[in-house]
């Protein structure tokens, strides 16, 4: 239905944003890998898919179509909804999920929180021929500030459906043991490791 959004930026966190389009603005979900594109960003287009539901019509956008498409690919497969493609695109960039899938790298997959052996063979058995077509996207590194980091990390991480109480903990774990970690995207791709 929307092939893309542009607008201004009114509200991020990396899990959604708000888009601001004529006064109107769209609550759109995001991956990490987006939100690491965003993040310094006042105004941006995002390419979009509507999931529409019998309970809500939820976007989902992304910073580049490569994303996007990979994102759609993901749906496709049995076992896959949109949250858990939305964890693995925050787990692993467009590229590495590609990598994973034509080296079939189950390990890889079964990383991500709602992905277990069987699903992540079915992606694998899915997605190879699909993804051997494929261009290679481009994979792109955004600095972040300090201010924060730690709090956006665990909004992030609660909003993914990981437990609050757990999160802390292994957010705490992680900055003790790497007190040099100054990216929202660093953090969470260590604490998801440990959540594995």
């Given at each position: 239905?929307?092939?893309?959004?542009?607008?201004?930026?009114?509200?991020?966190?990396?899990?959604?944003?708000?888009?601001?389009?004529?006064?109107i603005?769209?609550d759109?979900?995001?991956?990490l890998?987006?939100?690491?594109?965003v993040?310094?960003l006042d105004s941006?287009?995002l390419y979009?898919?509507?999931i529409?539901?019998?309970?809500?019509?939820?976007?989902?956008?992304?910073f580049?179509?490569d994303e996007?498409?990979?994102?759609?690919?993901?749906l496709?497969v049995?076992?896959?909804?949109?949250?858990?493609?939305?964890?693995?695109?925050?787990?692993?960039?467009?590229?590495?999920?590609?990598?994973?899938?034509?080296?079939?790298?189950v390990?890889?997959?079964?990383?991500?929180?709602?992905?277990?052996?069987?699903t992540?063979?079915?992606?694998i058995?899915?997605?190879?021929?699909?993804?051997?077509?494929?261009?290679?996207?481009l994979?792109?590194n955004?600095?972040?500030?300090n201010?924060?980091?730690?709090?956006?990390?665990?909004?992030?991480?609660v909003?993914?459906g990981?437990?609050k109480?757990?999160?802390?903990?292994t957010?705490d774990?992680?900055?003790?043991?790497d007190?040099?970690?100054?990216?929202?995207?660093?953090?969470?791709?260590?604490?998801?490791?440990?959540?594995?």
């Amino acid at each position: 239905m929307y092939a893309y959004l542009q607008g201004k930026i009114t509200y991020k966190s990396p899990t959604n944003i708000f888009l601001d389009i004529g006064n109107i603005a769209y609550d759109i979900q995001i991956s990490l890998n987006t939100y690491g594109q965003v993040e310094n960003l006042d105004s941006v287009k995002l390419y979009t898919h509507l999931i529409v539901r019998d309970d809500a019509h939820t976007l989902y956008g992304f910073f580049d179509e490569d994303e996007k498409e990979l994102f759609i690919k993901l749906l496709s497969v049995s076992g896959i909804g949109p949250n858990t493609a939305r964890v693995t695109l925050s787990y692993m960039k467009p590229d590495e999920a590609r990598s994973a899938i034509l080296t079939d790298n189950v390990a890889a997959f079964k990383k991500v929180k709602g992905v277990g052996p069987k699903t992540a063979q079915r992606i694998i058995l899915d997605l190879k021929d699909k993804i051997a077509k494929d261009s290679v996207g481009l994979a792109h590194n955004v600095n972040y500030s300090n201010t924060g980091i730690r709090e956006e990390a665990i909004s992030a991480l609660v909003a993914l459906g990981f437990q609050k109480s757990q999160v802390n903990k292994t957010v705490d774990k992680v900055l003790a043991q790497d007190s040099s970690i100054d990216q929202v995207e660093s953090l969470i791709k260590s604490v998801l490791r440990h959540l594995s």
